[in-house]
């Protein structure tokens, strides 16, 4: 089993890396001959680099750490401590389900992603396995760490079908619609000639009435399009949330769910680094927003794409349970930070520039849309200057960004790893400066605010930093 899912990753590694030149060449009949060579040449190099790769893994466990070696050319070892790792996930997909074994992924704060993944383990040893790496047992035997595994504890969200019905509906239609089209779209070359016998038995007269009465129909080709990605909204917000339940226990927090793909990951709740809500129109008109629980990431960058939870369809008596778990209440006074307008009049000369060639030399129309165009961009660089908003207190720090979509961040300042400050000529003569805070999980940044409030907000994130005796990682 896990020589088949290795060969399903390195097919799939291939078709992802090289589908620019894949899709260029489905358009060349010379090279579209040759498909099934070149199908069986991938599928041997695929089907190689499976038996190699699980010929050559082999995985210990010793009493404090996971001691990984692989390799065939070039071997390799890596030896995972229990107190570095972040997150444990495990993922049972529906051949999987259908075989009774699981794949277990290991994330570590160096990583970009998992750092290992155990594939086609057996369901109790992967359980089992995952307890022991979770450290929620000392001295642990198949039996116990599966009934470790089995017990709730106190169920925070549970997702209905009626809250998934509306994550689906909140998502982004227009994008998931287009995905669709250009799917089709990219299919419609190699079955072309299908396309032709099915077009060439339509009467010549609906051609000619479909001349006069193509505008009529650009409204329903409108809702189609909205419909198609309703419907691809639905379908994946199914697929990916089903039965999604986040429990709080007390090593940890655990999310699970999943219907073509079951996951489990569980992540302590000192080693998580930042809470992200965020919120689309949709979603705030009826009433919810999506969560990301973040761990570390490779060198605290955003683009290393560390594993995440994600919670959506969160309305505010849960989300107001989710902060509770993880941090503690703002104690103590708050002081709010808001940018310098002068960050205003840096967004709309920015927009300014980027709409004033279409003023200049484009024709008449493209003036009439571009001066409308520059109209929404003023009103949005308006709108988006007055929600930013950056709340302090002695112990955490919340980060609000975002007009129709709206972010807010939220972090603890003793997880904290370091701070920077930056400033142009133009902000040293009003005396502004940006401030990044950089946490595991990447920075949370603050500009064109005061220079004093910059180096007093330096000052207590360091003595936070420093000063705290509490695990963070």
Same mark, same amino acid.
């Given at each position: ?24 060449? &489905? ?22 680099? $499976? ?41 049972? @997909?529906? *051949? ?6 699981? @794949? ?9 992603? &998992? ?6 383990? %057996?369901?109790?040893?992967?359980? $089992? ?17 599966? %009934? ?21 509906? /909140? ?5 998931? &619609? ?13 079955? !072309?000639?299908?396309?032709?016998? *099915? ?16 505008? #009529? ?33 007390? !090593?940890?927090?655990?999310? @699970? ?63 107001? +349970? ?15 930070? +808001?940018?310098?307008? #002068? ?8 927009? &300014? ?11 008449? *129309? ?8 520059? $109209? *929404? ?23 609000? /960004?975002?007009? #129709? ?7 603890? =300042? ?6 920077? #400050? ?13 401030? +990044? ?19 007093? =907000?330096?000052? =207590?994130?360091?003595?936070?930093? !420093? ?7």
């Amino acid at each position: 089993m896990a020589v088949f899912q290795y060969l399903l990753k390195y097919t799939w590694i291939f078709i992802r890396g090289f589908w620019p030149i894949i899709a260029g060449a &489905a358009v060349s009949d010379n090279i579209r001959a040759y498909w099934e060579w070149i199908g069986l040449g991938v599928l041997i190099i695929a089907g190689l680099s $499976a038996v190699f790769q699980y010929w050559k893994f082999t995985f210990q466990v010793t009493d404090d750490a996971l001691v990984i070696r692989r390799g065939l050319l070039e071997r390799e070892r890596i030896t995972i401590a229990f107190e570095r790792i972040q997150m444990v996930n495990l993922e049972q @997909s529906i *051949w999987q389900r259908v075989f009774g074994v699981m @794949s277990l992924k290991v994330d570590t704060a160096g990583s970009s992603g &998992a750092e290992v993944e155990l594939a086609a383990l %057996k369901v109790q040893d992967a359980k $089992a396995l995952k307890a022991v790496l979770s450290s929620e047992v000392n001295e642990y035997s198949a039996e116990t760490s599966v %009934k470790a595994d089995e017990r709730d504890g106190e169920q925070l969200i549970a997702l209905s079908w009626g809250r998934l019905f509306k994550v689906g509906l /909140t998502q982004n239609h227009l994008r998931n &619609a287009m995905i669709t089209f250009g799917s089709i779209v990219a299919l419609a070359e190699p079955l !072309e000639g299908v396309l032709s016998d *099915w077009l060439s038995d339509v009467p010549m007269y609906t051609w000619f009435l479909l001349k006069f009465l193509w505008v #009529l129909l650009i409204p329903i080709f409108t809702i189609g399009v909205l419909v198609v990605g309703m419907l691809v909204s639905l379908i994946g917000a199914v697929l990916r949330y089903y039965e999604l339940q986040v429990r709080a226990q007390a !090593e940890g927090l655990e999310l @699970s769910g999943g219907l073509l793909k079951k996951f489990e990951f569980k992540i302590p709740l000192h080693k998580v680094q930042m809470l992200e809500g965020g919120s689309s129109l949709l979603q705030r008109l009826v009433g919810f927003e999506t969560f990301k629980i973040h761990q570390a990431r490779a060198q605290s960058d955003p683009s290393q794409g560390g594993v995440n939870m994600a919670i959506p369809g969160l309305e505010s008596d849960h989300a107001e +349970r989710l902060n509770a778990m993880l941090f503690p209440p703002f104690y103590g006074g708050k002081t709010e930070v +808001r940018p310098h307008r #002068l960050m205003l009049i840096r967004m709309l000369l920015i927009r &300014a520039a980027v709409v004033s060639p279409v003023l200049i030399w484009g024709e008449v *129309w493209m003036q009439v849309c571009a001066l409308g165009w520059a $109209a *929404w961009l003023a009103v949005a660089a308006v709108y988006q200057f007055r929600c930013v908003l950056l709340i302090v207190s002695n112990e955490q720090l919340r980060m609000c /960004t975002g007009w #129709l979509r709206k972010r807010h961040i939220r972090t603890e =300042l003793r997880k904290a790893q370091r701070v920077v #400050l930056t400033e142009s000529w133009l902000m040293r003569r009003r005396s502004l400066a940006h401030a +990044r805070i950089y946490t595991a999980a990447g920075p949370v940044v603050v500009r064109f605010i005061p220079k004093e409030t910059a180096t007093q =907000l330096r000052d =207590l994130v360091l003595y936070q930093a !420093e000063s705290t005796n509490l695990p963070w990682m």
